[in-house]
């Protein structure tokens, strides 16, 4: 008896002792709550990015607060942290470390105004209606519930400080706001940025900084014309001698390809002067490396006005129970494909320069990076927000992105094919364009197809949008196709090679274009 006894308490104690020294060699402390933390999220050689499976709630943050940052027109490829060989921005790099990394984020739009209402509404433009400044249509719908409106409604105080433009509150993206500033004029030339507005934005944090709360800050810091102030203006370019006037959104409406004049190569582009009509403006290749050079110093130079901002969010403590959002509507072209800027009809400016943004989400229960390669798109922002903080949505059923916790803790795939799409509609007034046209994108992992489809008749677009099936309309539509895996840059078009591929494609993007009639 005394030695089964025995035998049983020598047992225990093995298991003890494995027990024990299973924690103490495993990656949680015994205090730690497995359903409150992320688990290990990076493996010792700190390149892995994936989470344990199997472990519940990591990015659960109910009560947190939520500031969105958005420096508009700023590509994803110019920004440290995703690999630019300049340093343009260190304090964004190093106060978003420790984040969700997303690599393959894509705009719905080319351009803000569509953009903005998709962020806002988790819906495309094709259902929000919101791509035109000029013919009445480009407000956002009452009916629709903004994420600002959702967060209200729970309680939140709800602030934005932007920069005006397509940001305005004529196109009713104030909605659900408390506080709704915005600056600047019109035109991008008086398009305001974040110097403008931070220090209100600072200030509204100081005294809300003890409620629930959701600011947005935004700026066209890095929009055209792209004129920093020193030592920005020189940081990355000190040597330039050229003589073009950078005080003017210099750009290109159509493919444009280099003219030679004296056996010098010259890029044409175009300048609105102000009273003084539109000009043409050639820029050889170093005026236009001085461009981008310009186009760096605004981003460190925004980057630098954030450092403040930076600082009084730690100060205050709100890194702890907020979840901080850095990105940008779109990017821009400086040549590629022919074209500067994004000036036009919107066509030739859905390439990846322009809908891969930048996306970046600090949260407080996150301390290591980790990097998410699957396909996200801005209408996944507002869904994802709205599950981690696990605020009930009443319009869920209308939204049109999905939540990507699930991809983000357990690293799945989460989008099969990614999608854009909008209308351009010319004003009156316009001197370049008289004729509406549409783009749209379908994208996977692999393949990209474009369409862009141009319409002979203003008032037919209108008609056929409203589905108007009796409609006679001159149409030409024009197909880009690249293999994305093997040209990322988007330079060899494929259209008229692949005919399995294209065909594909083209019965993906009118099935979910179909949705929409």
């Excluded at 730690?32 to 472990?55: A, C, F, P, R, Y």
Aim: glycine share 8%; aromatic share 14%; charged share 25%.
């Amino acid at each position: 008896m005394k030695m089964r006894f025995l035998v049983f308490i020598i047992f225990i104690i093995i298991v003890i002792s494995y027990i024990f020294l299973f924690y103490l060699n495993s990656d949680y402390s015994l205090t730690k709550n497995t359903g409150d933390i992320v688990n290990s999220l990076i493996d010792e050689d700190g390149m892995d990015g994936s989470i344990d499976q199997g472990v519940g709630g990591e990015l659960d943050c109910e009560d947190c607060n939520v500031i969105m940052i958005s420096l508009t027109n700023t590509r994803k490829d110019h920004l440290g942290i995703y690999g630019y060989s300049k340093n343009t921005t260190p304090n964004i790099d190093a106060f978003f470390k420790n984040s969700i990394i997303f690599n393959e984020a894509f705009a719905p739009a080319s351009w803000t105004l569509p953009v903005i209402a998709s962020l806002f509404s988790s819906e495309f433009p094709y259902s929000h209606g919101v791509m035109d400044r000029y013919d009445g249509s480009g407000m956002l719908d009452d009916k629709v519930l903004t994420l600002a409106e959702l967060l209200k409604e729970d309680g939140y105080k709800t602030a934005a400080f932007t920069g005006g433009g397509d940001h305005s509150s004529i196109f009713n993206f104030n909605q659900g706001f408390d506080v709704y500033q915005e600056g600047g004029g019109n035109g991008p030339r008086h398009y305001a940025g974040i110097n403008q507005s931070i220090f209100s934005a600072i200030d509204w944090l100081k005294n809300n900084k003890n409620d629930n709360f959701f600011l947005l800050l935004q700026g066209y810091d890095t929009h055209c014309p792209f004129t920093p102030k020193q030592p920005y203006d020189k940081m990355f370019d000190p040597d330039y001698e050229g003589g073009i006037d950078f005080s003017l959104c210099l750009w290109t409406f159509e493919k444009v390809k280099p003219i030679y004049e004296n056996d010098k190569k010259y890029w044409p582009l175009k300048s609105w002067y102000s009273g003084d009509g539109i000009k043409d403006v050639n820029l050889t290749d170093n005026d236009v490396e001085h461009m981008v050079s310009l186009y760096d110093g605004e981003i460190a130079q925004a980057d630098n006005t954030l450092k403040d901002f930076f600082t009084e969010i730690e100060n205050f403590g709100l890194d702890k129970n907020t979840i901080i959002i850095f990105m940008s509507e779109h990017g821009d072209l400086f040549g590629e494909h022919g074209r500067f800027m994004r000036g036009g009809p919107l066509r030739g400016t859905f390439y990846d320069q322009v809908l891969n943004f930048p996306l970046l989400i600090k949260h407080p229960k996150i301390d290591n990076p980790i990097y998410v390669d699957s396909l996200v798109q801005t209408v996944d922002i507002m869904p994802t927000l709205l599950d981690i903080m696990n605020i009930k949505d009443p319009q869920a059923e209308l939204r049109q992105g999905k939540s990507a916790t699930f991809s983000i803790i357990n690293q799945t795939d989460f989008n099969d094919q990614i999608y854009a799409a909008s209308k351009f509609t010319p004003s009156n007034s316009n001197v370049y364009f008289s004729e509406s046209s549409t783009v749209e994108v379908i994208r996977d992992n692999k393949w990209k197809l474009i369409k862009e489809k141009i319409f002979k008749n203003n008032e037919n677009l209108i008609e056929d949008m409203m589905g108007n099936s009796n409609l006679k309309q001159e149409t030409q539509d024009f197909y880009e196709l690249y293999n994305i895996e093997d040209d990322p840059k988007e330079e060899n078009n494929l259209y008229g090679t692949n005919k399995k591929i294209t065909e594909k494609l083209k019965k993906d993007l009118e099935k979910w274009t179909d949705k929409f009639d």
